[in-house]
């Protein structure tokens, strides 16, 4: 493994000028999501953005309002989530992306008036966009750095067994076969099945926690 490939979360200011500064800041209770974003040129970028949570109806509403000066679509609305296309000038970062080359790992997350980034690339860019943001003289913070690891999520027992719970229909309410006739079937203990059980729910339940809120360790 090339050990110059690094895994790095930025949390960064957004001016409070940027709009979607203030509205992330007046909609805390809403998840704001950068699904994509395509690079026009170094002054606009096409942002597609997701919008989850109870207020979306009223969010839409106050969006619709102030964002004269953005060329948006709307891709999707519910009572509790939407889909937006904006094109926009942000030069405020767009820059600093374009420049260093950096490659995201998506969705981005917005809350509160910070940008929650996670970026997988060469050590050398990781610098060149910290650069980047230095001269543009945009705050920020190292959440956390450390070499990439492609780790796998579950082994291929686990996989296995995860298949033939869900398949018998041990998650069903009622469940359809028991913890002692699913181990006979996959010939361990009951204890055993268990065990393996609980070690795969802590793993899927933390990967999803960490896929939707960056703030749980």
């Known amino acids: 493994m090339n050990q110059n490939i690094v895994h790095v ?12 500064s203030n509205l992330s800041i007046k909609y805390p ?17 096409l942002t597609l953005l997701q919008i989850i949570g109870s207020t979306t109806k009223q969010f839409i509403l106050d969006f619709g ?7 948006y679509q709307i891709l999707f609305k ?4 939407a889909l937006l296309s904006l094109e926009s000038a942000d030069p405020w970062i767009l820059n600093a992306f374009i420049k260093s080359q950096l490659l995201l790992v998506y969705p981005l997350i917005l809350k509160q008036g910070f940008a929650y980034i996670d970026a997988i690339d060469e050590h050398s860019k990781i610098n060149n966009f ?12 190292i959440q956390s750095i450390g070499e990439f690891r492609n780790s796998i999520l579950l082994t291929k027992r686990q996989k296995e067994i995860l298949l033939k719970a869900y398949s018998r229909g041990y998650f069903e309410i009622p469940r359809k076969v028991s913890l002692s006739k699913l181990a006979k079937e996959l010939k ?3 204890s055993s099945l268990s065990e ?9 339940s933390n990967f999803y926690l960490k896929s939707i809120n960056i703030f749980i360790k």
């Open 9 to 20: 979360k930025f949390k960064i200011a957004i001016p409070k000028s940027k709009l979607l």
């Open 29 to 45: 209770e809403l998840d704001f999501k950068i699904l994509s974003k395509l690079f026009l040129s170094e002054e606009k970028s």
């Open 65 to 71: 309002n102030i964002s004269s000066k953005i060329n």
């Open 78 to 81: 519910s009572e509790d989530m």
């Open 130 to 141: 910290l650069l980047e943001l230095e001269r543009k003289e945009i705050k920020y913070f």
């Open 188 to 190: 361990i203990s009951p």
């Open 196 to 204: 393996t059980l609980r070690r795969i729910t802590k793993k899927l």
